[in-house]
């Protein structure tokens, strides 16, 4: 760890003083921060508090869907409350969460910067997404869309009753907050790098932030004009997308579709990007195949761009168009099946230290691998139109949004949580957590790809045509039942950890990077001096980290032979 | 945090940023951070040209027969005006790295005298659309005859359909009041940069490069124009 020129000792001193938690205490220091760590801090509290909003209309969707006649909601509000759910999720949560809490913290911190290179802009993006995100809730509390998230034309643009020109509104001016941290970190990454920063040095979370910054600059405006003209055409009644006026309803989905799914790989590139970061400092190796998953990440941006037709394999598109998308979907699985198999080849005679966060890699890497070969089955033209629409599509797009995302989400959160407060948790209870989230998330959602491959069709809350779904539906609600625990357990043992946890010391896990060169929580200006980057990136001294091993199991040993204790068990 | 607003203490230069090393390094991000905004606009209008270029494709005839009420001679005049805005954004920028004060000012001035007269332009030419019902809505051109005139009639008979009638002029308002809106918010942008001119504000009068990212914006709004304008006004009748 020697690649900066700061002394740690003094280092250490620094942090006891002053760092971005504790510089000032006001509110106004808070709202009008341009510090991109506290800006990260109010991403991570009003994300949290979407995401939760989110889980209750998934819960309420769940409860409905124990019975086969239906529970507590009308077919109209079950309509508003499935769509709550998308849009909540997709445009406050998902799109947003990693990059503008992880992205924003731990950008400038890996490459050796002291802020991003706009912070006001930064900023105002935060401001941009809480109008936005207002705007939505106003939307959904004052009557509600029932269009889905997806606000197919004409139905949302000349049919649907309800609040939907609010709720495109507030996505429209979200939007721009993603677009204006996309162009934050591009500006950053090109500009901001400290001396000896190479971009081959720089971390995998970098270049996949990047690929993710760029997808957002390019598919974000698309969709925003596109649900913009949906707008137009509600409020004026023109024609752009209406069949009567002559106007092509798929010509919509084409937009929207342009932009929803490049956004589908800025929801899971973030979740690459952490992963990388665990599975190598876990491993404590350096990422096999470095070069590859650095070029994979902006393969998929690339190829993320020219596949968006095959969520349209049944509308009236061409069958010579189906044809090509479903082919160059194929060829998307290339750059993934890199990062999985580069992930596990590092893990391979890796030093593998299965703490907390190694853990949730672990676990998406699993449900990743599922997700990505159901993905397989929807991109053939042939199988999917048995699919479309059915639940085995829910439980495909949730094993990657929910268990790659979320899960990666998690892990992150796990890791870099005493880079951040500069608390550990406690590690134990974190495991658990992890479990439960695994084997509640797989209860929740495997039993939606056998209804779904069975014929229970999305959307629909009443089943009584086949009241034989409904044993799925309770394992599934049983799980998602799990899964809620999972993601309540955290809040708890992570805000526990603020008032007892011990101090984590800057680098608490013995990884590599330098945002573990600073003290944590790190200072305002992140290094007390700008780091001199030499060596290379995930370079861990494998021979040292043997011995220090050797020497913990040593110094284990003959405590336990102190205690009295005889049990030969390697159980930490 | 102060941090926000506060320029680093270390050196002269109080122009610079806190996050940034030298000038060099915040000059080329703020370079960097315009043309990847602008990527982003280029997309923004994208979609647009590209449901425009579908459109078009499926009606020609009908966006042939709606697009002759267009009056090519304001928009040729308007395209004159919004290329000689861009020349004297050039000379701003020109002078800006010549450290000209009251040149910057007196081109910028202009500038925006040239975008107002754009807009002046811009609003004789929705009155008259107006006037005539070309608006797109319930009320579309209940006078084939009046909106049209003769040449939208063969045989006594109606030769366009009013629904894509409708449709080209949805795309004409559109389109055009998009780039109305970003013509406003340049103005503004320009207005803003005067201001700090005048008060010889440092992080303008040191170095040209906030100048520069304003003209940048501005080549941009006209180049979009230069887009709209041929397709809108100067279509060539199909066969």
Known sequence: ?572 | MSAITNTSDHGHDSALHHQFEDIGQQNDSYIVGMWVFLSTEVMFFGALFFIYTLYRWNYQLDFYIAHEHLDVKLGAINTSVLLFSSFTMVMAVQSAQLKRRLHVIGYLLTTIVCACTFLVIKYFEYSSKIADHLYPGAGFATDAHAAFGAHAFEAGKLAVNMNHAQLFYALYFGMTGLHAVHIIAGILVILALIRLWVIRAKSVTLDYIPTEMVGLYWHFVDLVWIFLFPLFYLMPKPH
């Not at chain 1, 893990?347 to 699993?366: D, E, H, V």
């Not at chain 1, 809620?484 to 984590?504: E, V």
């Open chain 1, 1 to 572: 760890m020697s690649s900066t020129v700061i002394p740690s000792g003094e280092l250490g001193q620094q942090a006891e003083e002053s760092n971005y938690l504790n510089v000032k205490h006001t509110i106004a220091s808070w709202l009008l921060t341009g510090d991109h760590k506290r800006i990260a801090l109010l991403y991570l509290v009003s994300t949290s508090f979407f995401f939760f909003l989110g889980s209750i209309a998934a819960g309420l969707i769940r409860y409905e869907l124990t019975s086969p006649a239906g529970v507590v909601l009308e077919s109209e509000t079950y309509n508003k409350v499935f769509s709550s759910h998308g849009i909540l999720m997709v445009f406050t949560f998902l799109v947003v969460a990693i990059p503008a809490i992880f992205g924003n913290f731990l950008v400038p911190l890996m490459i050796g910067a002291r802020d991003l290179a706009f912070p006001r802009l930064n900023l105002a993006s935060w401001y941009m997404y809480m109008t936005g995100g207002t705007l939505i809730l106003a939307g959904m509390i004052f009557g509600g869309v029932d269009t889905g998230w997806t606000f197919y034309t004409p139905y949302s643009s000349m049919y649907s009753n309800g609040q939907v020109t609010m709720v495109i509104i507030g996505i429209f001016i979200a939007g721009f907050s993603t677009i204006t941290t996309g162009i934050n970190f591009v500006v950053t990454i090109h500009k901001m790098r400290a001396p000896g920063m190479t971009w081959f040095r720089l971390p995998l979370f970098i270049w996949a932030m990047y690929a993710t910054s760029l997808m957002m600059i390019l598919a974000t405006p698309v969709v925003a004009i596109t649900l913009l003209l949906v707008v137009y055409e509600r409020t004026f009644k023109l024609p752009v997308f209406s069949p009567e006026l002559g106007g092509d309803p798929v010509l919509f989905q084409h937009l929207f579709w342009f932009y929803s799914h490049p956004a589908v790989y800025i929801m899971i590139l973030p979740a690459f990007a952490i992963v990388s970061e665990l599975i190598a400092n876990f491993s404590r190796k350096r990422i096999f195949g470095y070069h590859f998953v650095a070029f994979s990440s902006l393969a998929i941006a690339g190829l993320g761009f020219l596949v968006w037709g095959h969520h349209m394999f049944v509308s009236s598109q061409s069958m010579y168009e189906s044809i090509v998308f479903s082919l160059i979907s194929y060829l998307v699985a290339v750059p993934s099946a890199i990062k999985i198999f580069n992930w596990m080849a590092t893990m391979y005679k890796g030093n593998i230290r299965l703490q907390s966060p190694m853990i949730y890699a672990i676990a998406f890497l699993m449900i990743f691998t599922v997700g990505g070969l159901t993905g397989l089955f929807l991109g053939a033209a042939g199988t999917d139109i048995h699919l479309t629409a059915t639940y085995f599509v829910v439980a495909h797009f949730h094993y990657v949004m929910v268990g790659g995302t979320m899960l990666a989400f998690l892990g992150g959160l796990h890791y870099w949580w005493p880079k951040i407060t500069g608390r550990m948790f406690s590690d134990g209870i974190a495991k658990v957590n992890a479990v439960i989230v695994f084997v509640g998330f797989n209860l929740t959602f495997f039993p939606q790809f056998i209804v779904g491959w069975l014929g229970m069709p999305r959307r629909y809350h009443y089943y009584y045509f086949a009241p034989e779904f409904q044993a799925y539906h309770i394992m599934s609600t049983l799980g998602a039942t799990v899964l809620g625990l999972g993601f309540i357990l955290p809040a708890f043992y992570l805000t526990m950890s603020l008032f007892t946890g011990p101090k984590a010391g800057p680098n608490p896990w013995g990884a590599h990077g330098l945002e573990w060169e600073t003290s944590s929580p790190p200072p305002t200006s992140n290094f007390t001096e700008t780091p001199i980057v030499m060596d290379e990136v995930y370079d861990f001294d494998p021979v040292s980290d043997h011995a220090k091993d050797l020497k913990d199991i040593e110094e284990r040993n003959r405590r336990r032979s102190e205690e009295g204790y005889c049990g030969s068990e390697d159980d930490n």
